[in-house]
């Protein structure tokens, strides 16, 4: 069914109890897929949907004639790789979803303009204009655990919301883009759990001032220099900051880059504000 242009998929579908494989990408015209049809596909392994469906249900609407909801997919539990794309992040299910047994996966979460043809890893996540509260959920907080790749845009609103150290583990490729209200990326505590980190780039964040900020007791201060004991970012081969005016530095990553990139960076004032990534949450600062 890969790159047709069928705009409905028929109930039939659900009788493929056996199916394994669903391909549905570049079907740009597919806008309904009835309920109960893919959590009928117990034995489904691979769901497959890039240019394709985005029209899930939100959950609770109980017409018989909606479409599908995200929910349905927590049936499949044979499910291993995944593409999918939800255009709004009410649309995910609250409670634990299902992303428990995936392996390879390419989800993207928002007002996503389009996909990339290729990615760089088997685990990408991309995140647009969503909030920590999101990021809470533990759902989530399972797939950043083992995401590769992460994209994140339009991330204004969520600058002070807190993710765990251990989230990103896994994490090999990072890309940032116009996040303006993101004044500091990392805290020096997160960075350290950034071992696999190998790629990062970070465009088009007007008020970015530090990659990596190191928190006190009552304040929190930029990163003059990290000593070699740290060894923050030891797999960092690829850095590329663009569009940073307010930048102060980011010369302590070390001499493990064999690529870099800098174009329109330049000093600004030192405006302290708590970072995206964020292990621990200063309550003066807040409070202040």
């Known amino acids: 069914m890969v790159g047709s242009h069928i705009q409905q998929l028929p ?3 659900g009788q493929l109890t056996n199916l394994r494989l669903l391909d549905l990408n570049d079907c740009k015209q597919l806008e309904v897929i009835p309920r109960n ?19 899930w249900a939100a959950e609770g609407v109980s017409d018989g004639e909606s479409n599908v909801c995200l929910s349905e997919l927590n049936h499949l539990r044979h499910l291993t790789t995944i593409e999918i794309e939800v255009p709004a992040v009410e649309l995910l299910p609250k409670e634990d ?3 428990e047994n995936l392996t390879r996966y390419a989800i993207s979460v928002g007002s996503i303009d389009k996909w990339k ?7 990408t996540l991309e995140l647009e204009r969503v909030d920590r509260s999101l990021l809470s959920r533990d759902g989530i907080g399972k797939l950043l ?3 590769e790749e992460l994209q994140l845009s339009n991330l204004e609103e969520a600058c002070r919301g807190p ?9 090999k490729t990072l890309y940032v883009e116009k996040c303006h209200g993101l004044k500091f990326l990392f805290l020096l505590s997160t960075a350290r759990g950034l071992s696999q980190l190998e790629e990062m780039t970070i465009n ?8 990596i900020a190191c928190e006190g007791e009552f304040e929190i201060k930029e990163v003059d220099h990290v000593g070699t004991d740290l060894q923050l970012l030891p797999k960092l081969r690829f850095l590329a900051l663009r569009n940073l005016p307010e930048l102060m530095n980011f010369d302590y990553f070390g001499s493990n880059l064999e690529t870099t990139s800098q174009g329109m960076c330049s000093q600004g004032n030192l405006d302290i504000q708590l970072p995206f990534f964020s292990y621990q949450v200063c309550l003066s600062l ?3």
């Open 37 to 55: 049809i893919l959590s009928s596909l117990s034995r489904l392994e691979c769901l497959c949907m890039k240019f394709s469906f985005t029209q």
């Open 145 to 147: 655990k083992k995401t």
């Open 286 to 288: 807040i409070n202040s």
């Open 204 to 211: 088009d964040c007007n008020a970015m001032q530090q990659i």
């Open 163 to 171: 993710i765990p150290l251990r989230s990103l583990d896994n994490l």
């Open 117 to 123: 043809n290729s990615y760089k890893t088997s685990k």
């Open 11 to 13: 109930s039939e579908m």
């Open 97 to 99: 979803m299902f992303f």
